[in-house]
C-alpha cells in the first residue's frame, strides 16, 4: 500500500526558504496516473492546497502562492519535494504531502504532515 | 476564484441523520468533483466520499455524498451517526487554475 512520508528542518528563520522533502514507498513517482501534492493547514484552520507535479515535470500551484513554490521531482530517490521562499510567520503551518489523481483532482493518501514553525 | 461554504460547527446524537452543506460561490458545483474528508484529531485526513458520491473501500455506506445543482451546493450525509464519526469534515473541489477546500465543519455526536 501507498505510504507517504514529509522530512524537513522543522523551524526556519523568516525571509529564509522553506524546504520539504515528501517520500514514496509502495509505489512508484513515475506511474503516469498520478501526481503529487503539497497541502497545508495553518493551526487550527482549514487546509489550502499549495500545488502538484507530475513526474513528466508539469507543475501547477495555487495561484496565491506561485511566485514563492517551487514543487520538484525525483524520480531516482522516489521523493518529492516543496521549496517556499521568502517565509513569513503566516506560512507557519503543518505541511502534508498527497498523492494526486487530476481530475477528479482527488488527494489520496496523504502522509502524516510535518509542521514547520517560521521564527526568529 | 471561488470558495466552498461549509457550516462551522454541527452536533446530532447517535444513531441519528447529519448532513453537512458545502456551497459553490460562483462556477456550476456540477462542473468539477467533489471529495469529502475527515479529519480526526492530530490525523492527517483521509478520503470518506470522492468523485461526488463514490466511497472507497473500507469506508462504511453510512457515508453518502450528493449534489444539488439547484443551491450550488454538495452535501455529506451520514446516517447511524456514532461517536467515532466525531471529526472535521473538509469539502474539496477545482477549476481550471486552482484547488479549493472549505472551512471544514467540526461534527460533534452527543
Known amino acids: ?120 | 476564484n471561488f470558495m466552498l461554504t461549509q457550516p462551522h460547527a454541527v452536533s446530532e446524537s447517535p444513531g441519528k441523520t447529519v448532513t453537512i452543506s458545502c456551497t459553490r460561490s460562483s462556477g456550476s458545483i456540477a462542473s468539477n468533483y467533489v471529495q469529502w474528508y475527515q479529519q480526526r484529531p492530530g490525523s492527517s485526513p483521509t478520503t470518506v466520499i470522492y468523485e461526488g458520491n463514490q466511497r472507497p473501500s473500507g469506508v462504511p455506506d453510512r457515508f453518502s455524498g450528493s449534489i444539488d445543482s439547484s443551491s450550488n451546493s454538495a452535501s455529506l450525509t451520514i446516517s447511524g451517526l456514532k461517536t467515532e464519526d466525531e471529526a472535521d469534515y473538509y469539502c474539496q473541489s477545482y477549476d481550471s487554475s486552482n484547488v479549493v477546500f472549505g472551512g471544514g465543519t467540526k461534527l460533534t455526536v452527543l
Do not use: M
Open chain 1, 1 to 120: 500500500q501507498v505510504q507517504l512520508q514529509e522530512s524537513g528542518p522543522g523551524l526556519v528563520k523568516p525571509s529564509q526558504t522553506l524546504s520539504l522533502i515528501c517520500t514514496v514507498s509502495g509505489a512508484s513517482i513515475s506511474s503516469g496516473v498520478y501526481y503529487w501534492s503539497w497541502i497545508r493547514q495553518h493551526p487550527g484552520n482549514g487546509l489550502e492546497w499549495i500545488g502538484y507535479t507530475h513526474y513528466s515535470g508539469s507543475t501547477y500551484y495555487n495561484p496565491s502562492l506561485k511566485s514563492r513554490v517551487i514543487i520538484s521531482v525525483d524520480t531516482s530517490k522516489n521523493h518529492f519535494s516543496l521549496k517556499l521562499t521568502s517565509v513569513t510567520a503566516a506560512d507557519t503551518a503543518v505541511y502534508y504531502c498527497a498523492r494526486t489523481l487530476n481530475d477528479p483532482n482527488w488527494f489520496d493518501p496523504w502522509g502524516q504532515g510535518t509542521l514547520v514553525t517560521v521564527s526568529s
